[in-house]
């Protein structure tokens, strides 16, 4: 699985917002110079998110961007699949759309076996968790695995 630039800059966006303390909104120009994104790529992100429902954005002096709800009501997989779409496909097709034949025909079961557990991961984790440093333990004790860290 790969994880886009994409969805990388919109999920730090988002925990730059679920961050900020107060109901101010944030300026993009802030986000971008506080998460070293480029100010021209995240315009269009927090477009996408706003229209997913996740940010909210006010005009004026005091305009910017804020989260639509609560950090601890958005999982990360949220944040993805607004601007990426699904979490988990196969040149471009969702596991369930796909059918193998002979020796590759379990290939399904692992890919929809897969699939879970990324859900399982992304969905179960909030901007708050994440914005708090408080994963859950679960996914904690995932990074705690013999070679979590070990590229081979």
Partial sequence: MRISARADYAVRAALQLAASR???????????????????????????????????????????YRLARPADSISIADVIRVVDGPLVSVRGVRP????YTGPAESLLPLWIA???????????VSLADVASAQLPSDVSALTDAPGAWVNP
């Fill in 22 to 64: 107060d109901d101010t909104p944030l300026k993009s120009e802030a986000i971008a110079a506080a998460q070293d994104i480029p100010h021209k790529f995240l315009e269009g992100i927090l477009n996408d998110m706003r229209r997913g429902g996740l940010v909210l954005s006010q005009r004026g002096g005091n305009g910017g």
């Fill in 96 to 99: 369930p759309d796909l059918s």
């Fill in 114 to 124: 897969l699939r879970s557990n990324v859900r399982e991961i992304l969905e179960g």
